[in-house]
């Protein structure tokens, strides 16, 4: 075998070994995704990856998409998903239903947190382990959410909003969860309980588990993010490390106006 072609299959080895290691490494992706609000075109060809136990910021200004986004990726009936591919672990997840999805390990937190009323703090907990999938237990969450502890026996909905939050969160990682969806997790909340969000965070975070968080306080939401992608009416704008978006104050005023 001559030089030439040794050191082409080499290189062709070493390209598959690459590929293959990218592809283990990325835990989740998006790829060329549209979506819609009846004749509304929202989301217009976004595609991103996110690798296990990345946090990444999904930015835009108000109307870029991002909400509709998370939705999107979370399968749920509205906006209808017309084309693209949405993939968590090797699963096709834009061949899901939203209970699908969830059952897969996508556990989206929603902006106005559906907290159920009638229920307790607890029974809100309980509830989410009905259905097979569990994930942590009661224990583990009242260890990292003391303040609900102190409270689960109180009814959900007459909580603080900041407790709310926590609440809802809590209840996602009651499931089995491969990748946390949180759409505006400090809208609405005092600066003193934005901390206490953020120390959960930074602690969901320590504990390895991949998530995309929007928020339209930005600053706050790359301080504790790997990445970024940045939304303009619906297309992505931006792609790369939070720390580069932190960096560029001209990036920033374009699409983020801080």
Known sequence: ????????NLMSQT???????ASEATHFQVRDIHAYYGESYIVQGVSFDIR????????????????????????????????????LGGQAVHKMKAHEAARAGI??????????????????????QV?????????KIYSHFPRLAERRRQEGVTMSGGEQQMLAIARALARDIKLLLLDEP????????????????????RLGITTIIVEQNAVAAL????????????????TGTAAEVLDNAELRHEYLAI
Do not use: C
Not at 1 to 8: C, E, K, L, P
Not at 226 to 238: H, K
């Open 223 to 238: 301080r504790l993010s790997d990445r970024a992608v940045i939304l303009d009416t619906g297309e992505v704008a931006f």
């Open 52 to 87: 296990e136990g990345e946090i990444l910021a999904l930015l835009g200004r108000n109307g870029a998409g991002k909400t509709t986004t998370l939705r999107a990726l979370a399968r749920l009936d509205n906006p209808t998903l017309k084309q693209g591919e949405i993939w």
């Open 15 to 21: 390209q598959t070994a690459v590929a293959t290691r």
């Open 186 to 205: 400090y809208e609405g909340l005092a600066p003193v309980i934005v901390q206490e969000i953020e120390k959960i965070l930074i602690e969901i975070r």
């Open 131 to 139: 259905a097979p999938g569990r994930g942590w237990e009661l224990d």
């Open 107 to 128: 556990q989206l937190v929603p902006e106005d947190r559906r907290i159920i009323p009638g229920l307790t703090v607890e029974e809100n907990l309980q509830l989410a």
């Open 1 to 8: 075998m001559s030089a030439i072609v040794m050191d082409q």
